[in-house]
C-alpha cells in the first residue's frame, strides 16, 4: 500500500494566519493526490482533487501544490469555519489511502 | 443534488455479521462506482471497498475475506456486509460517490453522513 504522511499531525493558528500543512506519499503518485476537510461529528469534505483543481464551491482561499511524493495544502486566511481536521489521499494505487490527519486549532 | 444516507443497526455482536446500506438519490446508481469507508473513533479514514451494478467490486486486501459489497438498482442502494466482526470494527461508516476527473484521477464526493457502528457483548 501506498502511505502517506502528513505533517504537522496538529497545529494551533489564528483567524487571518496563513497555514500549509504537508503530505507525503511512500512513492511517485504523479498528481493523484486529494485533500478533505472534516469537522468535528462530520463527513468529509472534498476541497481539492487531483492535487491542484479546486472543487465547485469551495473558497478561493484554499489551494494546493505539489506532484510525485511532496504535496501541499495552504489555506491563504483561516477563516473561523476552517477550523477542522484535514486528511490527504492518493488515488494512484489500490488501495486507495489516507493520511493520518492535521487538525487545525484555534 | 447527489445524497447519500447510510443505515443501519448502531449496535452489534462480536462474531456477528455487519449489514449496512446506503441510499442514493439525486444521481443513477447504475452510472458510477460507489465506495465505503469507515472511520475508528478518534482515528483517520480506511476505505473498505467499491462496488457498482455491473458486479465490479474491489475491497480492500486487509479486510477483503470478511467484506462484501453489492448495488441494488431496483432500490438505488449501495450495501456492505462484513462478517466476523470484532471490536476493532466500530467506527462510522460511510458511503461515497466515486467520481473522476480528466487523465484518470478518482476522488470521493459527495460522502453521506455516516452511521456508527459500535461492536459489542
Known amino acids: 500500500d501506498v502511505q502517506m504522511t502528513q505533517s504537522p499531525s496538529s497545529l494551533s493558528a489564528s483567524v487571518g494566519d496563513r497555514v500549509t500543512i504537508t503530505c507525503r506519499a511512500s512513492q511517485s503518485i504523479s498528481n493523484y493526490l486529494n485533500w478533505y476537510q472534516q469537522r468535528p461529528g462530520k463527513a468529509p469534505k472534498l476541497l481539492i482533487y487531483a492535487a491542484s483543481n479546486l472543487q465547485s464551491g469551495v473558497p478561493s482561499r484554499f489551494s494546493g501544490s505539489g506532484s510525485g511524493t511532496q504535496f501541499t495544502l495552504t489555506i491563504s486566511s483561516l477563516q473561523p469555519e476552517d477550523f477542522a481536521t484535514y486528511y490527504c489521499?492518493?488515488?494512484?494505487?489500490?488501495?486507495?489511502?489516507f493520511g493520518h490527519g492535521t487538525k487545525v486549532e484555534i | 443534488q447527489v445524497q447519500l444516507q447510510e443505515s443501519g443497526p448502531g449496535l452489534i455482536k462480536p462474531s456477528e455479521t455487519l449489514s449496512l446500506t446506503c441510499a442514493v438519490s439525486?444521481?443513477?446508481?447504475?452510472?458510477?462506482?460507489w465506495s465505503w469507508i469507515r472511520q475508528p473513533p478518534g482515528k483517520g479514514l480506511e476505505w473498505i471497498g467499491y462496488?457498482?451494478?455491473?458486479?465490479?467490486?474491489n475491497y480492500n486486501p486487509s479486510l477483503k475475506s470478511r467484506v462484501t459489497i453489492s448495488v441494488d438498482t431496483s432500490k438505488s442502494q449501495l450495501s456492505l456486509k462484513m462478517s466476523s466482526v470484532t471490536a476493532a470494527d466500530t467506527a462510522v461508516y460511510y458511503c461515497a460517490r466515486i467520481d473522476y476527473y480528466g487523465s484518470g484521477t478518482e476522488f470521493f464526493d459527495p460522502w453521506g453522513p455516516g452511521t456508527r457502528v459500535t461492536v459489542s457483548s
Open positions: 439525486g444521481d443513477s446508481i447504475s452510472s458510477r462506482y
Open positions: 489521499q492518493q488515488s494512484h494505487s489500490l488501495p486507495p489511502t
Open positions: 462496488g457498482h451494478y455491473s458486479g465490479d467490486t
